[in-house]
């Protein structure tokens, strides 16, 4: 089936340190591909997309992901975390015009 | 503020009942996603409607339905209410037909406690 897979549930990061939240996809053809993140009691908010071009995507709130065709990947970085980056993560992907997501990854950022 | 609003925040009900969601999009987007949101099931896209019609469909059951109305608002119709039911419930737009290559909009969800 056409998915994204996220591997870890949570991720945990001290504050100033880099993180990296995993996506990796499986999708014939070229995927679309997107970051939405979720705070506590709110909707997803939109991060970034790829669709075409340049394997670097930079997004919002500093975030960036690359896309990786050989390695099937589509991970989300950012050079130095916050506290206020802490949330739940998830990765999506277009499958016959429809995002299907993945499972969503809790990313917590210690002061 | 994503500019989707949602209503009610929560609501509770019981089994067998039959309840209806709202959500007004952003002013200019045509399309309307709505998505159910639990814990065993993750997030799943139920149905989209763009400009009134239907545009596609998820893993929507047969117990529920939708519509777009002229004015662009959605409702989610749930009916014959099962436990599993509960979830959060989100409505996100668009303004484009196709929600693969352009962001969506997230409401802030319906949360749906079925006892």
């Known amino acids: 089936a056409q998915s994204v897979a996220q591997p870890e549930d949570q991720v945990n990061v001290a504050e100033g340190n880099p993180l990296t939240v995993k996506c990796t996809y499986s999708?014939?053809?070229?995927?679309?591909l997107f970051w939405y993140v979720q705070y506590p009691n709110r909707g997803l908010q939109f991060l970034l997309k790829?669709?075409?071009?340049?394997?670097l995507v930079k997004g919002s709130y500093g975030f960036e992901a690359e896309f990786n065709k050989s390695q099937t990947s589509f991970h989300l970085k950012k050079p130095s975390a916050l506290v206020s980056d802490s949330a739940l993560y998830f990765c999506?992907?277009?499958?016959?015009?429809?995002?299907?997501f993945g499972t969503g990854t809790r990313l917590l950022v210690s002061p | 503020d994503s500019g989707v609003t949602q209503t009610p925040k929560h609501l509770i009900t019981a089994t067998g009942q039959r309840v209806t969601l709202r959500c007004s999009p952003r002013?200019?987007?045509?399309?309307v996603y709505w998505y159910q949101q639990s814990l065993d099931q993750g997030l799943q896209f139920l149905i989209q409607?763009?400009?009134?019609?239907?545009?596609a469909k998820g893993n929507i059951l047969e117990r529920f339905s939708a519509q777009q109305f002229p004015d662009l608002h959605s409702e989610l119709n749930l009916s014959s209410l099962e436990l599993g039911d509960s979830a959060l419930y989100f409505c996100?737009?668009?303004?484009?037909?196709?929600?693969?290559?352009?962001?969506?909009?997230f409401g802030p969800g319906t949360r749906l406690t079925v006892l």
């Open positions: 999708v014939s053809g070229n995927p679309y």
């Open positions: 409607y763009y400009n009134g019609e239907e545009r």
């Open positions: 999506a992907v277009t499958v016959l015009q429809k995002l299907v």
């Open positions: 790829y669709i075409t071009g340049d394997n």
């Open positions: 996100a737009s668009s303004p484009a037909t196709s929600g693969g290559l352009n962001e969506q909009f």
């Open positions: 002013s200019g987007d045509l399309s």
